[in-house]
Nanobody, 126 residues
């Protein structure tokens, strides 16, 4: 059974940092591209970042570029999102997802992702 479990969310002041983690079990982790998505109340789900199996390709939404860093440790079946210089507009539920796709993950949206976690809440106060 595939399990995708996020952790690391919380409440932080603007300008602060958080590191999200996502641990995956039940699949061959390095067969999958991984992505972070977020969704705030009343808004569409947004692709924040993604990374291919080998970490040779990454993508960031313009809204987080330069502030967030995606990484993965295939030996630990774990995906990370380091979030620095957080802004109130980063407040959202953050979801980890896995996609068995080819090509650059920048071209694929949420519908391409096969497995999803339950999410972890990030709240940034001003």
């Amino acid at each position: 059974q595939v399990q995708v479990v996020e952790s690391g969310g919380g409440l932080v002041q603007a300008g602060g940092s958080l590191r999200l983690s996502c641990t995956v079990s039940g699949l061959t982790f390095d067969d999958y591209d991984m992505g972070w998505f977020r969704q705030a109340p009343g808004k569409e789900r947004e692709k924040v970042s993604c990374i291919n199996w080998s970490s040779s390709n990454t993508y960031y939404a313009d809204s987080v570029k330069g502030r967030f860093t995606i990484s993965r440790d295939n030996a630990k079946n774990t995906l990370y999102l380091q979030m620095d210089s957080l802004k109130p507009e980063d407040t959202a539920m953050y979801y980890c997802a896995a996609a068995k796709i080819y090509g650059s993950c920048r071209y694929y949206g949420a519908t391409a992702y096969n497995y999803w976690g339950q999410g972890t809440q990030v709240t940034v106060s001003s």
